[in-house]
């Protein structure tokens, strides 16, 4: 982002120089807006990274479960190493099976 | 809950036949080389011979270069923990849960079948759930854990048939055993008798579908041979496995006094005056919705038909509001377990023997 920013500067200043021989050296008049929409940008950066960040990005694109957001607590003593307990929201499958 | 395959778990779909399938675990017990690379499954009185790349008749075993993979291993598509009355198991730890585990597919295919959306479905239709993703997603260790986490005294087999899952069902039961942990099979009992006897090892009860007594409506309705489920009850009884029988009475299939008269002789000569028998209603499913429900007065019947022959312990399953599900004592016939719906009212059982004269009451009560 920053290197294109710089890049996109630097030729607005040669194209500008080029067309009014230096007389108007900023003669766009997006310009402006376009560095408060780069600086809105840069603010909404650490917002995004904190979303990412949390795995928010199923949160955005998909409703998660409370399974599958629930922790998964250790196995109780006695089982073997790494046993994973699964929780209650856990057992489920088709409802109203019969035997 | 996330599903690992979100897709319709309508049954119908492929079928036996060509298909691409699941990783699976290779079948190493039971089944034969063919010529031309086809393999013939033994673990069912089928006996599919099964070329490359396609399925059998149950949908899940695939031969897959000449190696016979079971692909819902470690798949299961139904985890719940129910009261062991729910499945019926009635002499068999009453009042306690027990985790219940099924996966895709079976080896009959009743035109009656309460489960048929999981039963009569490919395996790669079926939803499974998310955690069950990877090679093998629940393992059978996985499963005991949880079990034993639960504090659950026992582990059922059932909703589908065990006889498809046979190896999950297998190493389950094995690891079950070994943490404590007892095993029921819920099943219709259409296996060949080698598999029985080495399941049957760490199998501690089970209740067995007798679907009828007459051989054509068996072939018609069920598409099986009706003397396999016979002969493996049995074995099963030889084993030392605790029994207990189903019979869903649908009308005008398989209500007739004199098959209920038949199937009663039969169960008092093979497996004994004390083997609970339950007598289940009918509610319309799957390719018989055109039928009522059961009439409770012919559950009724079938109940004083099974008594007048001698069975003790003789249940009516799927019927609310009355006092069909309590065991009295063949003795003193007074009320030793109370049952309403899935709970236990009143337990009068002593160290499994009626609390009120002492007389033993079989089952497996601890």
């Known amino acids: 982002m920053r290197f294109l920013w710089t890049s996109h500067t630097r030729r607005m200043e040669i194209g500008g120089a080029s067309r009014g021989g230096g007389q108007d050296l900023n003669p766009n008049p997006d310009r402006s807006m376009r560095r408060r929409e780069f600086l809105a940008a840069l603010a909404m950066a650490p917002v995004v990274l904190a979303i990412l960040a949390t795995g928010g990005l199923a949160r955005l694109f998909g409703k998660r479960s409370q399974a599958d957001a629930a922790p998964r607590t250790e196995a109780p003593t006695g089982l073997p190493p790494g046993a994973v307990v699964l929780t209650e929201a856990e057992l489920t499958g088709p409802h109203n099976l019969a035997g | ?366």
């Not at chain 2, 869903?248 to 002789?265: G, H, R, S, Y």
């Not at chain 2, 039969?266 to 007598?279: E, I, S």
Request: aromatic share 10%.
């Open chain 2, 1 to 366: 809950m996330r599903w690992a395959r979100d897709r319709s778990s309508s049954a119908g779909g492929l079928g036996p036949g060509r298909r691409v399938g699941l990783p699976g675990a290779p079948q190493r017990h039971h089944v034969a080389k063919r010529p031309g690379g086809a393999v013939q499954c033994d673990l069912c009185p089928r006996h599919c011979v099964i070329p490359e790349g396609q399925a059998g008749d149950c949908r899940v075993r695939i031969n897959r270069g000449g190696v016979l993979y079971a692909v819902t291993y470690g798949r299961p598509c139904a985890i719940h923990l129910d009261p062991v009355e729910k499945k019926p198991m009635f002499h068999f730890l009453p009042g306690t849960s027990i985790l219940s585990v099924a996966t895709a597919g079976c080896n009959l295919h009743c035109k009656n079948c309460q489960n048929w959306s999981i039963s009569q479905a490919d395996p790669e239709t079926v939803r499974v759930l998310s955690w069950t993703q990877g090679e093998y997603g629940v393992s059978p260790k996985r499963l005991v854990n949880l079990a034993a986490a639960r504090q659950v005294p026992s582990i059922a087999y059932t909703y589908t048939d065990p006889n498809i899952f046979y190896e999950y069902a297998y190493d389950t039961a094995r690891f079950a055993h070994a943490s404590g942990i007892k095993n029921v099979t819920v099943t219709a009992g259409y296996i060949e008798e080698k598999p029985l006897r080495r399941l049957a090892r760490y199998v501690d009860g089970s209740n067995v579908d007798i679907k009828t007594m007459n051989p054509r409506f068996f072939e018609e309705n069920c598409g099986g041979q009706l003397h396999y489920v016979l002969d493996g009850l049995v074995v099963a009884r030889q084993e030392g496995i605790w029994i207990e029988v189903t019979n869903l009475v649908i009308p005008t299939m398989n209500d007739d006094p004199a098959e209920t008269k038949k199937l009663c002789q039969w169960v008092l000569k093979y497996l004994g005056p004390d083997t609970p028998l339950h007598f289940s209603r009918f509610y319309p499913h799957h390719q018989l919705r055109n039928l009522p429900s059961t009439p409770v007065e012919t559950l009724i019947r079938a109940r004083d038909i099974a008594r007048d022959v001698g069975l003790h312990f003789v249940y009516i399953g799927n019927v609310q509001g009355r006092d069909f599900e309590s065991t009295f004592c063949p003795t003193c016939g007074k009320k030793v377990i109370g049952r309403v719906g899935y709970t236990i009212t009143v337990n009068n059982l002593k160290d499994g023997k009626c609390g009120f004269c002492g007389h033993p009451i079989p089952g497996v009560w601890k």
